[in-house]
Every structure is written in C-alpha cells, then in structure tokens.
C-alpha cells in the first residue's frame, strides 16, 4: 500500500524526523519480507545518516539485507560492516552474525571466527548456545581441536555435570550387582521381563528390565556400550530429550520381546540398541555436527549392530527380538526427533542471518505419538489389557 507521506521522504533530501526515519525503516523491511530487496534498498538507503545512530545502524542493516538478496554480496558485506563501525546499537549484534555467515560462505574462515566472537559477546543469552556451536564447528575446520572441544562444551552447556547417562548407568550397576549378589532372587522376580506378569498388569517390568543384568560379563557389556554412546546422544539432543529416548526405546524393546520371546529377559540391550538406531537414522538425516568422540563411534554403530544380530542369532538365550525392537524404535526417534544441542549442516550456514531452520513441535510430537500407538498395539496383540 502507498503511503504519500514516505513517499514524499524517500524523495526528499536532508535531515528526517525520527517518526518518518522509522516509517521508512519499516516500509522497507516489509517490502524485503514481500520479496522486493530493490525497493527495500532506497527506503534504507534514505535513513543511512540520520543524526540517530541507532537509526542509521538499522538503515545499514536493512540496507546489506537487500543488497545481499540482490546478490550483491560484496557490497552487502560493506554495509553491514558499517554498523559495526557506528557507536554500539540494537543492530550491532546482528550485523556481526551476518558479516560471520558471509565471511564463512566466502572461505575466510579465520575472519568468520572474529566475527562470531563479537557476535558473542553481544549475544542474548538464548542465543549464546548456537554461536558456541559455530564456533566449535569453525575451530574443527581450522584444525584446532582442543578450542573445538571447549566451544562444543559450551554449546551443550556442559560444564561438568555427570549427565543423566552417565547416572543411569550408575543406577544400573548398582541395581544389577544387588541382584546378583542377594541370597535369593526376589529383586529378579520383582523387576524381570517375564510376560505373564506384564499381562496381568505389572507394566513396570516394561522398562524395570534394563536395571538387571544375567551376569557380570553381561552387565560389562552393556554398561561398556552405555558409557560409549549414551554421552554422545546426550549431547547431541539434550538430557531430556534423551531421558525420552532412552525409556521409549526400553519399553519398545520390551514390548517386542515379550510378543516374540516367550522367555523371562533382563537387560539394557535393547534400550542400547534403540541409542544406536537414534545415532544411525539421526546423523545421516539431520548430519549434527560431531566432536571428536561421536566422530570415532558412529561410523561403526551400523557394522557393530550386524555383527550382534548375527551373533544374537547364532547363539541361544539371547534375546534379539527386544534388540531388534530397540534399534527399529531407535531409527523412527532419530528420523523424525532433530539434534536440539548442536548445529546441524542444514541449520549451520544455510540462512545468512544465522536463524536455525527447525522442525515444528507439532511434527515432532506426531512422530512421538506414532512410536507410543505402535507400542499400545503390540501390548494389546500380546494380550495386555490397558
């Protein structure tokens, strides 16, 4: 819609009014959200030098958005560069993220890394993860791993703590070793997988099973491959996001087991297996960016679980049909969950801006739900009454 009155302003040479100058900072941004970044340009370019600095730094803004989707990158670079050069103003903070994305998309990696760390600096706290990020995946490509890792620490907002996997697994070996070691085996008898007791309504035993383990070697194993891959999980899509996971993939696993298995079953195997899957379906689709310890152990995750299917299937008493239920429920969480604590490659560099491209909650809840619906329905086929 045509306003005369700016119009008249765009046209018009010498000082403007703070009113007419933000009038016409506005026009522009919605004439660069209708997909019109020539006209956007002049209304910007109008305000560039309006006695307000924080005005003049909005102008300048606006002024390298357009040109940017004028494809007139180089120029583009200039003008947000002139923010940066104004007293420190609202727009300071985003003209540094957006001369960062520019220094990336041209290769200069090292002025990128300047960039996001005044970016940093400036940054409001809910976005200070996601810069950390960057910055790590930035200090990674550099070859400076040690930088790298404190940035991807910081990211995560790791600083110290032990992490819920790591206090799972710690539950566990306390759990299993009384069990094992008690006079009788009322703790087995209270918290095994045995179906009988699941069909008559001792649902617990559903996720209750991976604090028991058969034996010693058994509970190693497991508790190996938890202190392996749990942690990476974590990282990757948050404590409780992986608290989630863990116990879905339980619960699938179980459930599985006692359609298919007519046996009792204790162990953590098949919420193991279901972290595997999540790490298998999750960095191949959504491709979160690594540190150096997910990058050693998921390139194996897909030969490891071949090997174990093979050999779960070669030799008696284990108990493949829960690992198989754990990995499936695994690969459905990691394709439709995306990675929550760390830059993905699709969110990393993609907008200039550095606005994260994120999969709806909604989207995400549906793909939940799926998973939980299939577990009702194997319950009932294995005649569990809910």
């Known amino acids: 819609m045509l306003n005369p009155d700016l119009d008249a302003a765009l046209a018009s040479t010498g000082p403007l009014a703070p009113t007419v100058a933000r009038g016409l900072l506005d026009r522009g941004r919605e004439l660069l959200d209708t997909g019109e970044p020539a006209q956007a340009a002049a209304y910007f370019q109008r305000v560039i030098g ?4 924080a005005l003049t730094g909005e102008a300048w803004l606006g002024f390298g958005d357009a040109l940017y989707r004028l494809d007139r990158e180089p120029e583009a670079l200039g003008a947000w560069e ?8 609202p727009s300071t903070y985003r003209a540094w993220r957006q001369i960062a994305g520019a220094r990336v998309r041209s290769g200069d990696l090292a002025g990128a890394t300047q960039a996001y760390r005044e970016a940093e ?4 706290a809910a976005d200070r993860a996601e810069i950390s990020g960057r910055l790590g995946w930035l200090a990674k490509e550099q070859g400076n791993s040690r930088a790298a890792g404190r940035y991807f620490a910081r990211s995560r907002g790791d600083f110290g703590a032990i992490g819920l996997a790591m206090a799972i697994l710690a539950v566990t070996v306390v759990v299993s070793l ?3 070691y008690q006079p009788d085996e ?5 918290l095994a997988l045995i179906r009988s007791g699941v069909v008559h309504g001792e649902l617990w035993r559903l996720l209750s099973v991976t604090l028991l383990h058969a034996s010693l070697i058994h509970l ?42 007519p046996g009792p079953a204790v162990g953590a195997s098949g919420a193991i297996f279901g972290l595997v899957g999540i790490l298998i379906a999750g960095t191949r689709v959504h491709h979160p960016v690594l540190d150096q310890r997910a990058r050693q152990i998921v390139p194996q995750l897909g030969f490891l679980v071949v090997i174990n299917l093979v050999l779960g299937f070669s030799i008696g008493g284990i108990d493949n049909a829960a690992h198989i239920g754990g990995l499936i429920a695994g690969l459905w969480l990691g394709l439709v ?7 993905t490659l699709r969110s990393a560099w993609q907008h200039p801006g550095g606005e994260p491209m994120t999969t709806s909650p909604l989207v995400i809840a549906a793909g939940i739900l799926v998973l939980i619906a299939a577990i009702l329905v194997g319950l009932s086929l294995a005649g569990v009454r809910l």
């Open 337 to 343: 969950v995306p990675p929550g604590k760390v830059p």
């Open 220 to 261: 190693g194993l497991n508790m190996y491959a938890l202190y392996l891959i749990g942690p990476v999980v974590e990282r990757i899509w948050g404590s409780r996001m992986f608290g989630l996971f863990y116990v879905l993939t339980a619960i699938a696993a179980s459930t599985t087991s006692i359609v298919f298995s």
């Open 50 to 53: 309006t006695n307000d600095a």
């Open 186 to 190: 009322s703790l087995f008898d209270a």
């Open 178 to 180: 009384i069990a094992l």
């Open 121 to 124: 600096r400036r940054a409001p």
């Open 82 to 89: 002139s923010v940066t050069r104004l007293p420190e103003t």
